[in-house]
């Protein structure tokens, strides 16, 4: 069974510092991995995927299978990046689609 | 761009009743998916369809049921609604898994059983 385990439930920083949210996986195949941003009274929506290898609002998140984990991160915090942040991983096996998402953390950025 | 529409903002009723949450996607999207969101337990997958009539539970189906009677739309069925159900519900698409699309989220349902 797939599981996602983000242990923090809020992180707070301070605006500058580094970022860095943990999420951790337990999946027997191949990964396909999520990070999703819910900002305050807005949609959850995407933020970045792990295939595409891409840094969107200065973050970034790299696969790592050793470790199974997939952490968020990002150099400098802004207060923009307050925000609930939930990792996701997909099954996925010819049109079958099973998605599944961890407990998710509040990133607090503190002025 | 994608829309995922869900039926109500805001919903109250009472014990017991039978209640229907409706979404609507204009995509084509093949997968449909009803979350519940709670405070520190995050986004649980209730039920999901991957084509028209199909259905497959997730990982907290018990006091629901679904229903695709058409590819758009994704109905959550609560059969007799209990104060445990009180929960934000959402809604989500997406396509059919070739090019890791993601999932699109409507603006959810905030539910009030009373």
């Known amino acids: ?111 | 761009d994608v829309k995922v529409t869900q039926s109500s903002r805001y919903l109250v009723k009472r014990t017991g009743e039978k209640v229907f949450l409706e979404c609507v996607q204009d995509m084509d999207h093949e997968n449909m998916f009803w979350y519940r969101q709670d405070p520190g337990l995050g986004l649980r997958l209730i039920y999901f369809s991957y084509d028209v009539k199909m259905k497959e539970k997730g990982d907290i189906p018990e006091g629901y049921s679904v229903s695709r009677e058409k590819k758009e739309r994704f109905s959550l069925i609560l059969e007799s609604a209990s104060t445990n159900q009180t929960s934000m519900y959402l809604c989500a698409s997406t396509g059919d898994g070739r090019g890791n699309q993601p999932q699109h989220f409507g603006d959810g349902t905030r539910l009030s059983i009373l």
């Open chain 1, 1 to 111: 069974a797939q599981r996602v385990t983000q242990p923090e439930k809020l992180l707070s920083v301070f605006k500058g510092a580094p970022v860095e949210l943990k999420c951790n996986y337990s999946y027997s195949g191949s990964p396909e991995l999520f990070w999703y941003v819910q900002y305050s009274r807005q949609r959850l929506q995407l933020l970045l995927r792990h295939i595409s290898r891409e840094s969107i609002k200065g973050f970034t998140a790299d696969l790592n299978k050793g470790e199974t984990s997939f952490h968020l991160k990002k150099p400098f915090a802004q207060e923009e990046d307050s925000a609930m942040y939930y990792c996701a991983l997909r099954v996925s096996s010819g049109g079958y689609q099973k998605v599944t998402f961890g407990t998710g953390t509040k990133l607090q950025v503190i002025p």
